[in-house]
């Protein structure tokens, strides 16, 4: 049982088993080595939205969708107020609010972490939520309420962008992650 509660990820040794390090020896901070995967994650999902999102408005805005897989998958900018499918354009501000409280519990969430698995899922979500938090911020028409560039149009589907994959590939891992008992602080449990 003892082996199911070990933490994720260290080494066997004297200070993983309990044991005092010998002389010499010091205790690695591991955590800060999962803050950094966490925190680059979330910069290369953000930088990735936010040169699509700027490529898509000064390239495709205003112009004719372009055809990537027949009519299966198209590039199509649209702006979007709302959520998802564009529902609760009329929240705008409410969604703002929910990014920024997504992005504080992660930071939070963050001095407790040790699993990688969770360091990238976060780090997914947090990249995502900072994209599309930019775009409520800074796209027009105001502060807050921004509408954010949408550009991805499988058939049949509703258009979203990259921040909107980061966060349902984030969420689909933590999702795993719980699944397998995996908490972000590295243990394991069997419930």
Known sequence: MAEAERIIGTPDTPEAAGAEPERGETARPRGKR????????AA????????????????????????????WLEFHAIRNPGAAFGFG???????????????VVIARLARKLYSLPWAIALGLLLGGALGNLTDRIFRSPGIFQGEVVDFIAPKGFA?????????????ILIVLLSFRGLDPDGTVHKD
């Not at 999962?34 to 994650?41: G, T």
């Not at 930088?47 to 027949?70: C, M, Q, Y």
């Not at 354009?89 to 992005?103: D, E, L, N, Y």
């Open 34 to 41: 999962r803050i950094a995967v966490l925190f680059a994650v």
């Open 89 to 103: 354009a009329a929240f705008t501000v409410i969604f703002t609010m929910i990014a920024a409280a997504v992005i």
């Open 159 to 171: 258009v979203f962008n990259l921040a909107d994959s980061a966060i349902v590939c984030g969420g």
């Open 44 to 71: 290369f999902a953000y930088t990735l939205d936010l040169v699509s999102k700027l490529l898509v408005v000064a390239k495709l805005e205003h112009h004719a969708p372009i055809e990537v897989f027949g009519d």
